[in-house]
T-cell receptor
């Protein structure tokens, strides 16, 4: 059973546009929600993370929105750039335990 | 901070041989290390979790005798693929997290294994 559901599977955005990737979870014990960015042939790199005590976290062009009641969280990439083209994974965990990853979203930003 | 290295970055070996992959946390002590396998255009598949000084916990379906994991120190974990076969060819990625209760995992750059 997929603990974390991620959508869309792929996304094409024009340069300067907003990229939005969504994730949903079921386990209410989850209390940590990171997003990772992965380039081909490389390991995932932590992008931004949020805990359920806040509804939004922003770091530069990257924002996580968190809706605890709906058990959903999303990544927004503002002013998307071609260099943002990568695969993005959301994840969820309860502190100290294993991460459950989404299935990934392949983002392509076209010039 | 929070840098994790892996060695080698890629390896080609003959069927039947064993391959060892090292994962090191360079600037923090990793009480827990994780080993993942990733197929092309797929998500990360957790293989096992290891805590320093204790036996690894393997996920269902992962053969512990085939994928030997050692976490001998707070900065080093190794994955040995024993008697490798072509179907073991994959991208293997480790991650490390700090003291228990701290949240995130930091990933290594991955190791591409090709078994001929």
């Amino acid at each position: 059973q997929q603990q974390v559901k991620q959508s869309p599977q792929s996304l094409i955005v024009q340069k300067g546009g907003i990229s939005i990737i969504n994730c949903a979870y079921e386990n209410t014990a989850f209390d940590y929600f990171p997003w990772y960015q992965q380039f081909p042939g490389k390991g995932p790199a932590l992008l931004i993370a949020i805990r359920p005590d806040v509804s939004e976290k922003k770091e530069g062009r990257f924002t996580i929105s968190f809706n605890k009641s709906a058990k959903q969280f999303s990544l927004h990439i503002m002013d998307s750039q071609p260099g943002d083209s990568a695969t993005y994974f959301c994840a969820a965990s309860s502190t100290g335990n294993q991460f459950y990853f989404g299935t990934g979203t392949s983002l392509t930003v076209i010039p | 901070g929070a840098v994790v290295s892996q060695h080698p970055s890629r390896v080609i070996c003959k069927s039947g041989t064993s391959v060892k992959i090292e994962c090191r946390s360079l600037d923090f002590q990793a009480t827990t290390m994780f080993w993942y396998r990733q197929f092309p255009k797929k998500s990360l598949m957790l293989m096992a979790t290891s805590n320093e000084g204790s036996k690894a916990t393997y996920e269902q379906g992962v053969e512990k005798d085939k994928f030997l994991i050692n976490h001998a120190s707070l900065t080093l974990s190794t994955l040995t693929v024993t008697s490798a076969h072509p179907e073991d060819s994959s991208f293997y990625i480790c991650s490390a997290s700090g003291a228990s209760g701290l949240a995130t995992q930091y990933f290594g750059p991955g190791t591409r294994l090709l078994v001929l």
